[in-house]
């Protein structure tokens, strides 16, 4: 049997066609675009797949199953007049509405790139199913179990700031019934600032204890990372949980990690995080007694929707100890060891300004470390002494690291 064999050709998709029909631009499979030009005018219509002699200069039709191309799928987020915003793995396209296909927000569709939606393939939202579904065990992983022995004499120093978390946390939710009957605004959110170290979760957590609150500890990179593509249902769902409780604390760690992303791609995904908090504090009734305590680094970077009144509009500082808060922190950290008496506190304090309480709070453990080599059964002053001398070593080599690092930038 003779067969006729074709001059070899490759698989084009028309891309645009210029104004007057003379010039196709044609996507070839590996992305390029080729140009051709014609002294008439094309035949063809954008998404057609075509056949393309390059050496020959023929274009002509080619069956669609050539292009062989790959559906996506997405959700749909919106639907305005002719126009359908599709998230298709957290990127937003815009495409136009087909005419033959109802169409519904939270649709699961599918499509092509050349031809736009196709399918309604479900009538909710698509799961992604390599991560564990949201349900009530989920939302038990958030609850932190409250460290029963954890009281306000754990925590040193800052008496002001004790004192300001008790009045807007403790107090709200230990009498929310009196103070709506007063008529006061709800206390719903509290930002705490502070530099990392400084003992933001510490006071959460005693509060919540203290309170008998259930605690739910939510971390905002976590939330991005690990929970993507669930982390709205998720924060519905723990929400919904909280609600039910009599008194509860939902503690959002980092939240800048969320509301000052600048990365293009989860831009869009933390935006919706950010407006689903915001929608569930919004959603507070009268008998929602939950506080949310949210906690930045940054509180000049976050969305302006997070500090309107009625959310965050509460704002404690944690600032970097002073010479006072230090001896205190170092004494309280200290409560439950075995150690001599009269330790040099004010000593220890005198030398370690700028540390932050996390970093006072290491010197015992390395303290604790040197007596058990020594094999003393409680911390001796030398113990002490040298504790500090290794945690003031290891905070100059960081700090060294970090200033070779900003130098190596600049
Ligand atoms: N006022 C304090 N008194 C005694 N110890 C403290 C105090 N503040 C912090 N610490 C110690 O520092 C540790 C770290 O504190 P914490 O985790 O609360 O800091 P943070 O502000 O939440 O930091 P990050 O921003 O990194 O989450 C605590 O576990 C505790 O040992
Ligand atoms: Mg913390």
């Avoid at 104004?19 to 035949?43: K, M």
């Avoid at 939302?139 to 040193?156: I, M």
């Avoid at 929400?239 to 992303?261: N, W």
Wanted: aromatic content about 8%; charged content about 30%.
């Amino acid at each position: 049997m003779d067969a006729e064999i074709s001059p070899p050709q490759v698989v084009a998709r028309v891309k645009r066609l210029s104004e007057d029909r003379s010039t196709a631009f044609l996507e070839l499979r590996n992305g390029s675009i080729v140009t051709c030009t014609t002294s008439g005018i094309w035949n063809l219509e954008r998404g057609d797949i075509a056949f393309v002699d390059t050496e020959g200069g023929t274009v002509e039709f080619a069956p669609e199953e050539l292009w062989d191309e790959e559906p996506w799928v997405g959700v749909v987020r919106l639907l305005s007049p002719g126009q359908v915003v599709i998230d298709v793995g957290g990127r937003l396209k815009i495409l136009d509405e087909p005419l033959d296909i109802d169409l519904r927000e939270g649709n699961t569709v599918t499509g092509y790139e050349s031809r736009g939606i196709t399918q309604v393939i479900s009538e909710d939202p698509v799961r992604y199913i390599d991560l564990p579904t949201v349900d009530s065990v989920t939302v038990e992983q958030f609850k932190a179990s409250p460290d029963r022995s954890l009281s306000f004499e754990d925590f040193g120093g800052h008496a002001d700031i004790k004192e300001r978390a008790r009045e807007l946390i403790e107090v709200p939710l230990e009498h929310r019934e009196a103070l709506t009957r007063i008529g006061a605004r709800p206390i719903k959110g509290v930002l705490f600032t502070g530099l990392p170290g400084t003992g933001k979760t510490m006071l959460a957590k005693i509060i919540a204890h203290r309170a008998d609150a259930e605690f739910y500890e939510i971390s905002g990179p976590e939330i991005l990372s690990k929970w993507y593509g669930q982390s709205e249902e998720l924060i519905r769902k723990i929400f919904e949980d909280a609600a039910t409780q009599e008194r509860a604390i939902i503690f959002f760690d980092e939240i800048d990690s969320l509301a000052s992303q600048r990365n293009e791609d989860s831009h869009e995904a933390s935006r919706r995080i950010v407006g689903q908090l915001l929608s569930a504090m919004d959603g507070f009734t009268s008998d929602t007694n939950v506080v949310v305590i949210a906690t930045t680094n940054r509180p000049q970077d976050l969305d302006g929707a997070l500090r309107r009144p009625g959310r965050f509009d509460w704002e404690i500082d944690f600032p970097p100890p002073n010479l006072e808060d230090r001896r205190a922190i170092l004494e309280a950290s200290a409560r439950r060891l075995n150690k001599a008496e009269n330790l040099p506190h004010s000593h220890i304090a005198e030398k370690t300004a700028n540390w932050t309480p996390a970093e006072l709070a290491a010197i015992w453990s390395e303290a604790a470390l040197l007596a058990v080599m020594e094999s003393r059964d409680a911390i001796f002053e030398d113990d002490y002494v040298s504790g500090y001398e290794r945690v003031a070593q290891y905070r100059r080599s960081t700090a060294h690291k970090s200033s070779e690092r900003i130098s190596g930038e600049s």
